[in-house]
Nanobody, 122 residues
Framework: QVQLVESGGGLVQAGGSLRLSCTAS????????GAWFRQAPGKDREFVSG????????YYADSVKDRFTISRVTANNMMYLQMNDLKPEDTAVYYC???????????????WGQGTQVTVSS
């Protein structure tokens, strides 16, 4: 099972940018699907963005489309989330995750990172 570690969270003003990184200890297969989820206090964990590990095709939640960009570098087992034009409603703990196939459902993801806090001030 792939072990994941996130980094790059922090405090930023509205309109600012952050880049999250996710390091995988093992090598995901080309059929795997990488994703970023987030969970705000008192809310369910929600899908933010995902990427097919083999092809690199990205997917985005409507709330972050045109502001966030997901990418991966297969050579070093890294996944990234570039977040631009951040808004206070983006404040949450962000988690990276790997599933064995395409999915937007948390129940399908076996490997999770520990989470990194993103706080956007108004």
């Amino acid at each position: 099972q792939v072990q994941l570690v996130e980094s790059g969270g922090g405090l930023v003003q509205a309109g600012g940018s952050l880049r999250l990184s996710c390091t995988a200890s093992g090598r995901p297969y080309s059929s795997h699907f990488g994703a970023w989820f987030r969970q705000a206090p008192g809310k369910d964990r929600e899908f933010v963005s995902g990427i097919r590990w083999g092809t690199g095709r990205p997917y985005y939640a409507d709330s972050v489309k045109d502001r966030f960009t997901i990418s991966r570098v297969t050579a070093n087992n890294m996944m990234y989330l570039q977040m631009n034009d951040l808004k206070p409603e983006d404040t949450a703990v962000y988690y990276c995750a790997i599933a064995t196939s395409y999915s937007f459902e948390t129940k399908d993801f076996r490997s999770w990172g520990q989470g990194t806090q993103v706080t956007v001030s108004s």
